[in-house]
Nanobody, 119 residues
Framework: QVQLVESGGGSVQAGGSLRLSCVASGLTFGRATMAWFRQAPGKEREFVAVIRWNDGITTYADSVRGRFIMSKDNAKNTVSLQMNSLKPEDTAVYYC????????????WGQGTQVTVSS
């Protein structure tokens, strides 16, 4: 009964910031590698960021590196994505995902939260 619930999406102007959160339940969160993906209208789902369960090392897509920061709070079963200097091309539905294996498939997904960035 794993459940991932994203929140924090909304509409902002270019250059603004948003902070997304994903609260997990039914998951051994301390053992879970967590990631963010996004999907824009008419586009394929793309990787955004990941944080490894064992050492907390983060990896970012080239398109967001330097602007987005991912964090994981095991005590609160929550991962966050701080998004700064937002661009219109960041507009997408953002999804939280979890895996018990680094580099493995993401078996657990949230329903997504909409982020809209206007010019």
């Amino acid at each position: 009964q794993v459940q991932l619930v994203e929140s924090g999406g909304g509409s902002v102007q270019a250059g603004g910031s948003l902070r997304l959160s994903c609260v997990a339940s039914g998951l051994t969160f301390g053992r879970a590698t967590m990631a963010w993906f996004r999907q824009a209208p008419g586009k394929e789902r793309e990787f955004v960021a990941v944080i490894r369960w064992n050492d907390g090392i983060t990896t970012y897509a080239d398109s967001v590196r330097g602007r987005f920061i991912m964090s994981k709070d095991n005590a609160k079963n929550t991962v966050s994505l701080q998004m700064n200097s937002l661009k219109p091309e960041d507009t997408a539905v953002y999804y939280c995902a979890g895996s018990y294996r680094n580099g493995g498939q993401y078996n657990y997904w949230g329903q997504g939260t909409q982020v809209t960035v206007s010019s």
